[in-house]
C-alpha cells in the first residue's frame, strides 16, 4: 500500500491547504489514491458497492495504525462529511460517516453526524477540476446543531482529499464553534 504518513512529516500539504480557513490541528492520510490503483478500487466499492462494511473496516484498519502514535490524543468528536439526502437514499449509508464509526470502535470517540447537513444538492466531485471543485461545494454544507461540537476538538472524516475544498467548505460550517480541527481520510490525492 503507498502509505503517506504525512501525519509525520514536518511539511504536511494538507495542513498546508486547510491552515487558510483555520488553524488545523493534525491531519493524517493512510494512502495514495491514484484513481487506476488497486487501493482505490476499495474506496470505490465501499463508496459505490454497497458495502458499508467495508467502509467501516478501513476505518478500524487506519484507527489502529493511528491509535499507536498518540494520533487521536486529545480529540473530542469524530464529524463525518456529511452527504445529500438523495445520495444517503440511493447508496443506503454515508461511507465517511462509515469510516467515521470504525475510527470510533477502535478509539472510543463519539461521532457527531448531525453537526452539519448538506443544505443543497451538488454535482459528484470526482468528474471536477481542482478550480471547479471549489466552485461546486461552495457554500453546500449548513451548521444544524453545533452544541455538540462547542469548544471542542473535532476530528473531520473523508474518504478521500484532494484539492481539499470539501473539507475547507465544511469547516467553513462549523464556523467558530470548535476550538481545535483536524482531519483524517483514508485517501489522498497526489497533491500538485
Known amino acids: 500500500m503507498p502509505r503517506t504518513y504525512v501525519h509525520r512529516s514536518r511539511v504536511n500539504r494538507m495542513e498546508e491547504r486547510l491552515s487558510r480557513v483555520c488553524r488545523i490541528g493534525r491531519c493524517a492520510s493512510w494512502f495514495y489514491y491514484d484513481a487506476d490503483d488497486v487501493y482505490a478500487r476499495l474506496i470505490r466499492l465501499a463508496k459505490f458497492g454497497d458495502r458499508p462494511g467495508m467502509a467501516r473496516r478501513l476505518g478500524v484498519m487506519f484507527a489502529s495504525?493511528?491509535?499507536?502514535?498518540?494520533?487521536?490524543?486529545?480529540i473530542d468528536i469524530l464529524i463525518p462529511v456529511p452527504t445529500s439526502i438523495a445520495r444517503r437514499l440511493r447508496r443506503g449509508y454515508n461511507q465517511a460517516e462509515e469510516i467515521a464509526r470504525g475510527v470510533s470502535d477502535v478509539t472510543g470517540i463519539g461521532v457527531c453526524a448531525t453537526a452539519v447537513k448538506v443544505d443543497r444538492g451538488h454535482e459528484?466531485?470526482?468528474r471536477h477540476t481542482g478550480a471547479e471543485r471549489s466552485i461546486n461545494v461552495r457554500g453546500v454544507f449548513k451548521a444544524r446543531d453545533l452544541s455538540r461540537v462547542q469548544g471542542c476538538h473535532v476530528l473531520i472524516i473523508d474518504d478521500v482529499f484532494t484539492t481539499g475544498s470539501t473539507v475547507e467548505e465544511l469547516i467553513k460550517a462549523l464556523g467558530e464553534a470548535p476550538a481545535k480541527v483536524s482531519v483524517l481520510t483514508l485517501g489522498l490525492a497526489r497533491l500538485k
Not at 493511528?66 to 490524543?73: M, R, S
Open 65 to 74: 495504525e493511528l491509535k499507536n502514535e498518540g494520533f487521536f490524543d486529545g
Open 124 to 126: 459528484s466531485q470526482t
